[in-house]
């Protein structure tokens, strides 16, 4: 063989190997990022059902609001124990949004709720410093 055809070759060799270095590294970067997308899918499905059972809490609350409106006094003191399990809800729903936040790459604002970059400095939505 001479020498240009093994130089050629060579040459060759060298950038399919950067390329299969270069196909690893997207491999690795979209399994990374398909596991995110998999645990951000299962927190929302989580959320999802903290906020059912913290309407639920909100319609029971309601309830009980209505119905001591009209004279029917609840037995006990529901109000407060409704209270209490609403804002273990909200806390929880609270610390799931900042991990699908964290998973996103992302911070959530605390105003409006709307999802902010993680380096803002203020809300994209209602100007509010994050």
């Known amino acids: 063989m001479d020498d240009k055809v093994k130089d050629l070759l060579d040459r060759i060799r060298g950038t399919a190997s950067v390329a299969a270095d270069a196909a690893a590294d997207t491999a690795r970067v979209a399994g990374k990022k398909a596991g995110q997308m998999v645990d951000v899918a299962k927190l929302n499905v989580q959320l999802f059902d903290l906020n059912g059972d913290y309407n639920e809490v909100m319609r029971q609350l309601g309830q009980v609001m209505y119905d001591t409106h009209k004279g029917q006094a609840p037995e006990g003191d529901p109000v407060t124990q409704l209270l209490i399990k609403a804002d273990e809800l909200a ?22 709720g709307a ?16």
């Open 91 to 112: 806390e929880k729903i609270a610390e799931v949004k900042a991990r699908i936040a964290d998973l996103r790459q992302a911070q959530t604002c605390p105003a409006c």
């Open 115 to 130: 999802p902010c970059g993680k380096g803002d400095k203020f809300c994209r939505t209602c100007g509010q410093a994050l």
